[in-house]
T-cell receptor
Framework: AQKITQTQPGMFVQEKEAVTLDCTYD???????LFWYKQPSSGEMIFLIY??????QNATEGRYSLNFQKARKSANLVISASQLGDSAMYFCAMREFRSGNTPLVFGKGTRLSVIA | DSGVTQTPKHLITATGQRVTLRCSPR?????VYWYQQSLDQGLQFLIH???????AKGNILERFSAQQFPDLHSELNLSSLELGDSALYFC??????????????FGSGTRLTVV
């Protein structure tokens, strides 16, 4: 069974600083994908970044990068140059691709607060 | 606008009642997933439909049921509602059960309050 762990219920970061949100996962599958979603106070789920288990390079999308350490089963999200609009809940999620119909499994999330 | 439409956005109802939540997936997407987000449980997977067929079930209560229609829209039916069913219900879509890459596209959710 797959499992996602986010150990930081809440984080604070100063505006313009970088912040790392932790995520570890557990799976016995070799083929899987890791995702990060952002949920602002308005409630919608916004896709941020994806990393495939076979991708050799860490994924990057603008100010977001994913620090993928396969041996440690970690997939930390790094946000550079934090902005006030980054204040939100952040969810790490994973799905396994072995059978094709494994749903996304989410961690419990980290609430990020950016301070001016 | 993500392309996934959920209605209604807000719903307030009494215990014991029955409600139906509706989801229209993004154009071209055949898969619809339902998730429940409550304060203490995080995002919990409920059920997945692909092209009208049920593909996977998660922690869905027997009081809850879902279906996907030929036009690919989906409905989640919640009956004999309890206070603990109050939550944000998300629908998400993808172009197939085997989709890798970019996960799902989420709707804006239906906030259900049971009083």
């Amino acid at each position: 069974a797959q499992k996602i762990t986010q150990t930081q219920p809440g984080m604070f970061v100063q505006e313009k600083e970088a912040v790392t949100l932790d995520c570890t996962y557990d799976t016995s599958d070799q083929s899987y994908g890791l995702f990060w979603y952002k949920q602002p106070s308005s409630g919608e789920m916004i896709f941020l970044i994806y990393q495939g288990s076979y991708d050799e390079q860490n994924a990057t999308e603008g100010r977001y990068s994913l620090n993928f350490q396969k041996a440690r089963k970690s997939a930390n999200l790094v946000i550079s140059a934090s902005q006030l609009g980054d204040s939100a809940m952040y969810f790490c999620a994973m799905r396994e691709f072995r059978s094709g119909n494994t749903p996304l499994v989410f961690g419990k999330g980290t609430r990020l607060s950016v301070i001016a | 606008d993500s392309g996934v439409t959920q209605t209604p956005k807000h719903l307030i109802t009494a215990t014991g009642q029955r409600v139906t939540l509706r989801c229209s997936p993004r154009s071209g997407d055949l898969s619809v997933y339902w998730y429940q987000q409550s304060l203490d449980q995080g995002l919990q997977f409920l059920i997945h439909y692909y092209n009208g067929e049920e593909r996977a079930k998660g922690n869905i209560l027997e009081r809850f049921s879902a279906q996907q229609f030929p036009d690919l829209h989906s409905e989640l039916n919640l009956s004999s509602l309890e206070l603990g069913d109050s939550a944000l219900y998300f629908c998400a879509s993808s172009d197939g059960p085997g989709t890798g890459g970019y996960g799902y596209t989420f709707g804006s959710g239906t906030r259900l309050t049971v009083v």
